[in-house]
């Protein structure tokens, strides 16, 4: 493996578990890290993903519930789409029992429902374009599960794990989160004071589309909240926040287990200089359990992102799952 690879910590790491391109890749594909996520054009890990693009040739036709319509490339068919992931969505149902939804315009302030996941869908997308991003969910429920892995899993015990070391695509984490962006927004679910955000806001879809092919604009794509020592109370939710101004909504907000990452695909109106207390794209999440042990979630992204760590410490919640 190259040398300079995120952090310290990390090169200890694979000394100590003698961490090799004939090693199993930490993506958990079951595959040796030579054959999988070894990027040899500069020696470093690189998840890779299935394209998001449609395949084949344009179809040239916009499909007016389908919010990707301005593509031309939709097929005939609308269909059901989850506005969060239902890979995502089944983890926390199969934990909690239900997923309980609160905050949207059509309930009451304060008031929280438990749903099936079935239930948190829309018809927001063509069959063509729902399929395309599939793999972003994918990758979304993979996340999530390192994530409970990472941060919430003991050593011992039901669902343990003496792993200390998982790998994610950062790239596909920050499509899905624009995906979940638009879920939220032609859904109405999402809200600004109360009222479907829909009925409230615009959005820039041609700076949506530009973002899903990889041409985001200068400062935009995906923030973690958090600076080196950053301590987290962890508990087995997922929450969604719109992220806007007074006419325009430009990201999400999206709490994993009580980490915190900010989605901005629009930067109008957002405030010049430096954005403190967030770290742009990392490369590598340490986690310090209260057992002691450090893990890592290393994230990937396209050539040129500098490397970024982020340490954390945990602490969590009574209601976290062991």
């Known amino acids: 493996m190259p040398k300079g690879w995120a ?64 593509t031309n490339n939709c097929s005939f068919d609308i269909s059901r789409e989850h506005y969060l992931s239902a890979n995502v969505l089944e983890q926390i149902a199969a934990s909690e029992k239900a997923v309980k939804l609160s905050g949207a315009p059509f309930l009451a302030e304060g008031e929280s429902k438990a749903l099936p996941v079935k239930a948190l869908t829309a018809k927001i997308l063509c069959q063509r374009h729902n399929t395309a991003l599939s793999p972003l969910d994918q990758e979304a429920g993979r996340f999530f599960d390192m994530l409970t892995s990472a941060m919430l899993r003991k050593a011992t015990g039901p669902g343990s794990t003496k792993k200390n070391l998982w790998l994610a695509s950062g790239t596909a984490v920050e499509l899905w989160m624009l995906k979940v962006a638009c879920g939220f927004y032609f859904s109405g679910v999402g809200t ?108 990937t992204w396209q050539k040129g992102v500098p490397e970024r760590s982020i340490n954390f410490g945990t602490r969590p919640q009574a209601t976290s799952q062991g």
């Not at 087995?236 to 989605?263: K, N, P, Y």
């Open 192 to 299: 600004s004071n109360r009222n479907s955000i829909r009925d409230t806001h615009s959005i820039d879809m041609r700076k949506v589309i530009d973002a899903f092919a990889g041409k985001w604009e200068e400062r935009a794509g995906l923030y973690f909240n958090g600076n080196v020592g950053t301590h987290l109370t962890t508990a087995f939710h997922v929450q969604v926040q719109t992220l806007s101004d007074a006419v325009r909504m430009g990201g999400v907000r999206i709490s994993l287990l009580g980490l915190e990452c900010d989605l901005i695909f629009d930067t109008a109106g957002t405030r010049d200089g430096v954005w403190t207390g967030v770290v742009y794209r990392p490369s590598e999440l340490v986690f310090d359990t209260e057992s002691g042990r450090k893990k890592a979630l290393l994230l």
């Open 7 to 70: 952090s310290d910590w990390l090169a200890q790491q694979r000394r100590k578990t003698k961490l090799s391109p004939a090693s199993v890749c930490p993506c958990s594909s079951g595959w040796v890290i030579a054959s999988c996520c070894f990027d040899s054009s500069d020696g470093k890990l690189r998840k890779k993903i299935p394209p998001i693009e449609p395949p084949g040739p344009k179809t040239h036709f916009a499909h007016d519930g389908c919010y990707l319509r301005d």
